[in-house]
């Protein structure tokens, strides 16, 4: 079972749509869930960024963590063609002081059609 | 605001060469990392260095690989004798002494010809 589990898509939506990208995850040591959203051939950037379960929201994205079944989601709301990318949800255990080694899913490519 | 730089952009080289992959990391971050994505495929962490030493390393990293923090601004990633499936993209990444986020260069996209 691979560490962590993400639809690679693509998915297509048209604008305005709420987009729901969703990851599943088998390390009971992770503690720390992110979203990055990465344009092609660019470097991740971070979107969201959380460490307890529950919901956060910045703006028209929303993050929801579930560690107990051990999923992730990311909602983006009124979406944007502008919002489309490859969304990575990526996880790490943290150890000593602020050091944490990040494991990523494969990435949902996401088109927003105008 | 503050940003992780990386250079070159692109970088071309013939099996079997060297080469030297630069980072400048955030400034006041303590934690530096190199992940690699092939093309593709996910983005995998391949070493983290911290205090100036490697703190951890994947399988990828092995004895062709080499990190260094020359100055207290550089990070580098040594390739000694490269190959064909070292193409990919690199990306260094650094973050605070807190549970913070991680921020990631735009990479270094590698094609070794």
């Known amino acids: ?114 | 605001e503050p940003e992780v730089t990386q250079t070159p952009s692109h970088q071309v080289t013939q099996m079997g060469q060297e080469v030297i992959l630069r980072c400048v990391p955030i400034s006041n971050h303590l934690y530096f990392y190199w992940y690699r994505q092939i093309l593709g495929q996910k983005v995998e962490f391949l070493v983290s260095f911290y205090n100036n030493e490697i703190s951890e390393k994947s399988e990828i990293f092995d004895d062709q690989f080499s990190v260094e923090r020359p100055d207290g601004s550089n990070f580098t990633l040594k390739i000694r004798s490269t190959k064909l499936e070292d193409s990919a993209m690199y990306f260094c990444a650094s973050n605070g002494y807190s549970y913070n986020e991680q921020f990631f260069g735009p990479g270094t996209r590698l094609t070794v010809l």
């Open chain 1, 1 to 114: 079972q691979k560490e962590v589990e993400q639809d690679p898509g693509p998915l297509s939506v048209p604008e305005g749509a709420i987009v729901s990208l969703n990851c599943t995850y088998s390390n009971s040591a992770f503690q720390y869930f992110m979203w990055y959203r990465q344009y092609s051939r660019k470097g991740p950037e971070l979107l969201m960024y959380t460490y307890s379960s529950g919901n956060k929201e910045d703006g028209r994205f929303t993050a929801q963590v579930d560690k107990s079944s051990k999923y992730i989601s990311l909602f983006i709301r009124d979406s944007q063609p502008s919002d489309s990318a490859t969304y990575l949800c990526a996880m790490s255990a943290g150890a000593f002081g602020g050091y944490q080694k990040v494991t990523f899913g494969t990435g949902t490519k996401l088109q927003v059609i105008p």
